[in-house]
C-alpha cells in the first residue's frame, strides 16, 4: 500500500559508459521517459511510482520490431517497456590502466 507518505517517483538512470552523457529523453509534457540511448542529454527521468525493479534485458523479438527491450516494473504495479537501440558500429578498444601512456 501507499501509506501515508505515497509511493513516491521511481526513475530510471542511463549514461554513455564511454563519455558519461546522458542518454535518457523526457517527453516534454509529461517529464516521463520516452527513450534511452537515443542522444537524450538527461542522466535520469521519471518511470512511474513507487520502487522500480531491477532492469530486465530482453532479447529481440518480433513484436518489438527486432529490437531488444529494457523491461522495469514499479511497485505500484506499472510496467515499462522501452526499446534499446542499436549498438554504435564505432569499435570499442579495450584498454587497461597499464596500456595508458
Known sequence: SSGACGYG?????????LTGAGEVTTGSSSGTVTSIGTGGTL?????????????????????????A?????????????LPIPAQSSTPVMPTSWFQLP
Open 43 to 67: 542522466q535520469s527521468g521519471e518511470i512511474g511510482t513507487g520502487v522500480p525493479s531491477a532492469p530486465v534485458i530482453l532479447p529481440p523479438t518480433i513484436s518489438s520490431g527486432g529490437k
Open 69 to 81: 527491450t529494457l523491461t522495469i516494473t514499479t511497485q505500484s504495479g506499472q510496467v515499462i517497456q
Open 9 to 17: 517517483t521511481a526513475s530510471l538512470y542511463a549514461v554513455n559508459y
